[in-house]
């Protein structure tokens, strides 16, 4: 034995820590924990230093830091601050990649998606900003394209566009997923590019009968849908009984105003139409999944009063 009494054996070195001799030796055979010494028989000694130091190897490497880099530590080359700042950033992005594997997992669980589909919502999770805003705005080109639309309504779909952020939500990556899906289906394509030709229809109508409509009047009779359809749907009115006609005659009346139309049964025949071309669920979706993408806060449906309203026309006489 050394003469050293302050020297320890790796067996003692082994109960001090907690670790099992075979680590401690390969922590020493890697320059890690170098032995200060050798006894008479040629055993590994190691001195005051050994503990701190196996503390920190085990530590770093518990962290997932790598032989090389744990060795520079060790020489003083790299910091632990360094390190560790180094290793939560690595931490935080292998942590939104895995959240966006469990919201991919969850959504195919959920859907009881094909191994194909769940390929697809894995791919559209790993876009980039750009592709992602590209998908919107191709979606936008296509069903806008050749058409005299309204410049408001194009330059608002073209700004909204899906920003999903940097550690987003499972709800936030299921949205981005059925956004994708939908701005790819055909019949929605048809949808709203009709929706953009009667836009364009109406708006000629209505400047050579009342040189246009009035804007703040639009707002008040969508508010009033919203507000009186909905309250006679909460209160379980049917919007075919003669309980609905006051509320229906009402606002028919508004909408005839709104056009510079008479109301009757033709105008509720025409404004029905209208209402049933703008009325798609689809579409209120859209603008609730870019919402849930973004971070908007939330707003309650309208849809179903205006399909109160669209079926009490239907009724009407």
Not at 188 to 196: I, L, N, P, S
Request: hydrophobic content about 40%; charged content about 30%.
């Amino acid at each position: 034995m050394s003469d050293d009494a302050t020297l320890i054996t790796i067996g003692e070195l082994a109960r001090c820590t907690g670790l099992p001799v075979r680590t401690l030796r390969f922590y020493s055979d890697s320059g890690l924990v170098p032995p200060a010494g050798r006894s008479d028989a040629g055993y590994r000694l190691y001195d005051h230093d050994a503990l701190p130091r196996v503390e920190l190897v085990r530590t770093l490497r518990e962290l997932g830091v790598d032989l090389p880099t744990t060795r520079r530590v060790l020489e003083r080359e790299l910091s632990v601050a360094a390190v560790a700042a180094a290793h939560a950033a690595a931490l935080e992005a292998q942590i939104r990649v895995l959240r966006q594997r469990r919201a991919v997992l969850r959504a195919a669980s959920r859907r009881g998606s094909s191994p194909q589909e769940m390929k697809l919502m894995h791919k559209l999770t790993q876009l980039s900003d750009d592709q992602r805003r590209r998908i919107i705005e191709e979606f936008v080109d296509d069903v806008f394209g050749g058409l005299d639309a309204d410049p408001g309504v194009v330059g608002k779909m073209r700004a909204a566009s899906p920003d999903l952020p940097d550690d987003p939500t499972d709800e936030q990556v299921q949205a981005w997923i059925e956004l994708a899906e939908l701005v790819a289906d055909e019949a929605f394509r048809r949808r709203v590019r009709e929706m953009a030709q009667r836009s364009h229809a109406d708006r000629v109508a209505d400047g050579e009968t009342n040189d246009g409509a009035d804007p703040a009047l639009a707002v008040r009779a969508a508010n009033a849908v919203a507000e009186q359809a909905g309250a006679a749907l909460a209160a379980g009115i049917d919007p075919a009984s003669p309980a609905a006609r006051p509320t229906l005659d009402e606002l028919a009346g508004m909408f005839a105003e709104l056009h510079g139309r008479e109301d009757g049964p033709e105008f509720r025949t025409w404004l029905a139409d209208l209402l049933e071309t703008f009325s798609d669920r689809r579409a209120e979706r859209y603008w609730e999944l870019l919402g849930i993408i973004n971070g908007w806060p939330a707003r309650p449906s309208s849809t179903p009063a205006w399909e109160w309203l669209l079926k009490g026309l239907r009724a009407s006489p």
